[in-house]
């Protein structure tokens, strides 16, 4: 097979999906009214998973005896809301989804389905509870109160809620493509390059790779607030749908899974037999340059779909750039001495 075809079916990307979760109810009936109040973000998939699984579960349930408003924080209006509350009840943790019920924070995809339905009952045995005293909140009621609140904003309004993280971002994206080209095919200096930096430069960017993609995955794996520094918002990018591969695996999981797969070759490739060199160079090329075309997709959605930045992805996906830059001269060698061997074979036996 052509080495070019083959490295191009590696960069096959798969596609994004939402598991579909559903939760069991049970409930009191009353006369009284409760009044919960939901945060969201339209880009995170915990939050969809609650406005889409839990939420109508609920309101189908206790009829008119709960009544919701749903609040997009990603509205001028609703981030104004949202940080009244945070100013008020000073969350162990800033995220969403929230709810408020009564004196009661919900916060995360794992507490609001067990706990919301006991909360829901104590309040209506309790005659009911009414909204949340935070300002702003009786004007969003009254123009929110049966509808989700959420705005369709194009990709413009989206890359303007952080016009710096996300033009950084747009930079990243840039030189990502530019190496992509440039290691797509044989180039005369890539070999050159590649002993420049040797097998000591190679795994000191694996190591920064992992280190940024572990990180992530302890993040996304944990559900705690990720350190994002002074530029972007790593958080609403670890909430995003994005974050997950099928809903069910955290993206910065494979990323640990991919970089652990190319230290594993590289190793190989410096410390193994000739022929075990050989193919370890190649596979590391293939995985390198389907690690970045996967990375150039992901950063694609950080500025012009999701509308945040997140500093430790754009580390992960310049490392990758760097190992596909570093392993293009080795890895095209091994794939042209591969498919010279069975003319070689072929050739002595006749």
Avoid at 102 to 119: A, C, F, K, N, W
Avoid at 234 to 253: E, I, K, R
Wanted: some cysteine.
């Amino acid at each position: 097979m052509n080495p070019l075809t083959w490295c191009s079916r590696a960069l096959v990307c798969v596609l994004v999906g939402l598991l579909v979760l559903s939760v069991p109810v049970t409930a009191n009936a009353d006369q009284a009214i409760v009044r919960i109040v939901f945060f969201y973000h339209p880009s995170c998939p915990h939050c969809h998973m609650v406005m889409d699984e839990i939420l109508p579960a609920l309101a189908s349930h206790y009829g008119d005896q709960l009544r919701i408003v749903s609040i997009d924080i990603s509205t001028s209006e609703g981030e104004a809301l949202f940080h009244a509350y945070v100013n008020q009840y000073r969350p162990s943790m800033v995220g969403v989804p929230v709810v408020l019920i009564g004196d009661h924070v919900l916060i995360g995809s794992r507490d609001i389905p067990t706990e919301l339905p006991g909360l829901i009952d104590d309040a209506l045995q309790q005659g009911g509870t009414d909204w949340p005293d935070l300002p702003g909140m009786a004007e969003a009621v009254r123009s929110l109160e049966g509808g989700n609140g959420a705005v369709d904003r194009d990709w413009r309004a989206r890359f303007l809620q952080d016009p710096v993280g996300n033009t950084l971002s747009t930079l990243v994206l840039v030189g990502l493509t530019v190496v992509l080209i440039l290691v797509i095919k044989p180039r005369g200096w890539q070999e050159a390059l590649a002993k420049r930096v040797g097998a000591g430069g190679l795994f000191l960017v694996l190591l920064v790779g992992l280190g940024a993609a572990s990180y992530l995955a302890h993040v996304e794996t944990t559900g705690s607030a990720a350190v994002c520094g002074p530029v972007g918002d790593c958080n609403a990018v670890q909430q995003s749908q994005y974050a997950m591969l099928f809903g069910m695996v955290p993206v910065a999981v494979l990323g640990v899974l991919g970089y652990l797969a190319l230290l594993g070759t590289t190793v190989l490739a410096v410390w193994g037999r000739a022929t075990v060199r050989t193919y370890a160079s190649a596979l590391r090329l293939l995985m390198a340059l389907f690690g970045l075309a996967f990375s150039i997709y992901l950063t694609f959605l950080e500025p012009f779909v999701i509308g945040a930045t997140c500093a430790w992805c754009l580390t992960s996906a310049v490392c990758m750039a760097l190992v596909a830059l570093f392993s293009a001269g080795p890895g095209w060698s091994s794939l042209r001495a591969m498919a010279r061997r069975p003319v070689s074979r072929q050739a002595a036996g006749s």
